[in-house]
């Protein structure tokens, strides 16, 4: 609600008393307001996404549209985006997850926050009782910001040791002066400053707001990290720029700490990290190369980073799909070689940042009137006469099954070969026999 006071001077207005009024009519003030729907009701994501056909037959050309998707919005937003990606794989042992774009779990007072709900099942809520060290939520850019003074989030009891992998979606906003000297942001650490465990931090020594090192601490032996999807070669992964949002990971070899993990600091609370946390996901494994592309994928569709990764990921996906949600072939399939069933997940995102996913399945059709295996019948007649359309050794007439005909002279006179769908012969009387099997018995029919 949005409060306006106007003086109100009628032309040749005078003061004079009076005893009605509160406040003296000299001045006089009418109060004006105007309320924002976007205050009076905060603005929801979409809640539900519909999809068309999601068919494509096999042979179809590069670009041939395959389905169309549409959001249903509770505000009534038409202006819409759509985005997809690869579903994450059902076995990556997620330890931890938190998620800022789902605000369902984060528990805050006026934008502070005291809760932040792991949504991987295990229950590693990430906690501040005390207000005065509780960072805020951004509901704008759906994420947790940490002031790098005193915020902090532990999560009691974890304590993720031995051979894990981590992503982390954040971005670190220390506005760095010359003057103020070296700074270290943690983003996130399992022990104390030096101390055994590991850390997640970004230093800058430049004393400018420009760039600054990113870095994972503390493993007993040397771990795996990418930066936006492309591998880095050392500890110290790479220069990142002043509030860039960056997707990390790494296949961690951590030395064992006591914990607990904390967020926005080392757990001695020593040095505190000035950084805009989106999203955090742990697992108890070193994950395969599979699972980190389609890890890495599935985060940068969501939190817009796909022009950052390389192409190796961005390929995984045979389809594109425009924002306005029409779902297009990215390549011609075929039904005999490749997988029959495709599975996404699509975003559809409103002009406020708010986004809803729904995993959607693609269906490869058979193009029944092509020769898939070369042997002269079309699939469509294989298939009604109960041969392999993938078979180049099994089509119809190569049953050899015995039909009876009377004195038929041949080396056996009750079988006939049908192989070629018709044949000749003559009967005990000498007299030619010719018969002719029309329609599937017929090569290239």
Same mark, same amino acid.
């Given at each position: 609600?949005?409060?306006?006071?106007?003086?109100i001077?009628?032309?040749?207005w005078?003061?004079t008393?009076?005893?009605?009024s509160?406040?003296p009519?000299f001045?006089a003030?009418?109060?004006?307001?105007?309320?924002?729907?976007?205050l009076?009701k905060? +603005?929801?994501a979409?809640?539900d996404?519909?999809?068309?056909?999601?068919?494509?037959a096999?042979?179809?050309?590069v670009?041939?549209?395959?389905g169309?998707?549409?959001?249903?919005?509770p505000?009534g937003d038409t202006? =819409?985006?759509?985005?997809m990606?690869?579903p994450?794989p059902?076995d990556l042992?997620?330890?931890l997850w938190l998620d800022?774009?789902n605000t369902?779990?984060?528990t805050?007072?006026n934008?502070?926050v005291?809760?932040? #709900?792991?949504?991987?099942?295990?229950?590693r809520?990430?906690?501040?009782t005390e207000t005065?060290?509780?960072?805020?939520?951004?509901?704008?850019?759906? /994420? =947790?910001?940490?002031d790098?003074?005193d915020?902090l989030?532990?999560i009691? $009891?974890?304590?993720?040791?031995?051979e894990?992998t981590i992503?982390a979606?954040?971005?670190?906003?220390?506005?760095?002066?010359?003057?103020s $000297?070296d700074?270290v &942001?943690?983003?996130?650490?399992?022990?104390?400053?030096g $101390?055994?465990?590991?850390?997640l931090?970004?230093?800058?020594?430049?004393?400018?707001?420009s760039?600054?090192r990113?870095?994972?601490?503390?493993?007993?032996?040397?771990?795996?990290?990418?930066?936006?999807?492309?591998?880095?070669?050392?500890e110290?992964?790479k220069?990142?720029?002043?509030?860039?949002?960056?997707?990390?990971s790494?296949?961690?070899?951590?030395?064992?700490?006591?914990?607990?993990?904390?967020?926005g600091?080392y757990?001695?609370? /020593?040095f505190?990290?000035k950084?805009?946390?989106?999203e955090?996901l742990?697992?108890?494994?070193?994950?395969?190369?599979?699972k980190?592309f389609?890890?890495?994928?599935?985060?940068?569709?969501?939190?817009?980073?796909? #022009?950052?990764l390389?192409?190796?990921?961005?390929e995984?996906?045979?389809?594109?799909?425009?924002? +306005? $949600?029409?779902?297009?072939?990215?390549q011609?399939?075929?039904?005999e070689? #490749?997988?029959?069933n495709?599975?996404?997940?699509?975003?559809?995102?409103?002009?406020?940042?708010n986004?809803?996913e729904?995993?959607?399945?693609?269906?490869?059709?058979?193009d029944i009137h092509? #020769?898939?295996?070369d042997?002269?019948y079309?699939?469509?007649?294989?298939?009604?006469q109960?041969?392999?359309?993938?078979? /180049?050794s &099994?089509?119809?007439?190569?049953?050899?099954r015995?039909?009876?005909?009377?004195g038929?002279?041949a080396?056996?006179?009750?079988t006939?070969?049908?192989?070629?769908?018709?044949?000749?012969?003559?009967?005990?009387n +000498?007299?030619?026999?010719?018969a002719n099997?029309?329609g599937?018995n017929?090569?290239?029919a």
């Open positions: 609600m949005k409060v306006f006071f106007s003086k001077l009628p032309e040749n005078k003061p008393p009076s005893a009605n509160f406040v009519n001045l003030l009418s109060v004006v307001l105007l309320f924002s729907h976007s009076l905060a +603005n929801s979409p809640t996404i519909s999809a068309s056909n999601l068919t494509i096999e042979n179809s050309v670009g041939t549209v395959i169309e998707f549409n959001a249903t919005d505000d202006n =819409i985006t759509y985005s990606v690869l994450l059902s042992n997620i330890s800022a774009s369902s779990t984060i805050h007072s934008g502070s005291s809760q932040w #709900d792991d949504i991987s099942g295990n229950n809520n990430a906690i501040q005065t060290k509780r960072p805020f939520i951004n509901q704008s850019s759906k /994420s =947790i910001i940490f790098g003074q915020d989030m532990p009691t $009891g974890f304590n993720p040791q031995g894990f992503y979606v954040f971005a670190n906003t220390r506005e760095t002066l010359p003057s $000297g700074k &942001d943690i983003v996130l650490a399992t022990g104390p400053a $101390g055994a465990g590991f850390t931090e970004t230093y800058n020594t430049w004393g400018t707001r760039t600054r990113l870095y994972l601490y503390g493993q007993s032996t040397p771990s795996i990290t990418y930066v936006n999807g492309t591998r880095t070669t050392t110290e992964s220069n990142i720029n002043y509030a860039e949002k960056i997707l990390f790494a296949k961690v070899n951590s030395s064992e700490a006591s914990g607990p993990l904390t967020l600091s757990s001695d609370k /020593s505190f990290g950084n805009e946390i989106f955090i742990i697992s108890n494994e070193k994950h395969s190369e599979e980190r389609l890890t890495e994928s599935y985060l940068a569709v969501k939190w817009g980073l796909t #022009d950052t390389p192409t190796e990921i961005v995984l996906i045979p389809f594109d799909l425009d924002a +306005n $949600g029409t779902l297009r072939s990215k011609t399939f075929d039904f070689t #490749d997988d029959r495709y599975s996404i997940t699509v975003f559809a995102t409103d002009e406020s940042n986004s809803f729904s995993n959607f399945t693609i269906t490869l059709i058979d092509e #020769d898939a295996d042997d002269g079309s699939d469509i007649i294989e298939l009604n109960g041969t392999d359309p993938q078979n /180049s &099994d089509f119809p007439g190569t049953d050899y015995n039909y009876n005909f009377t038929f002279d080396n056996n006179p009750n006939v070969d049908l192989r070629y769908g018709n044949f000749e012969g003559v009967n005990v +000498n007299q030619r026999l010719r099997f029309e599937a017929l090569r290239n």
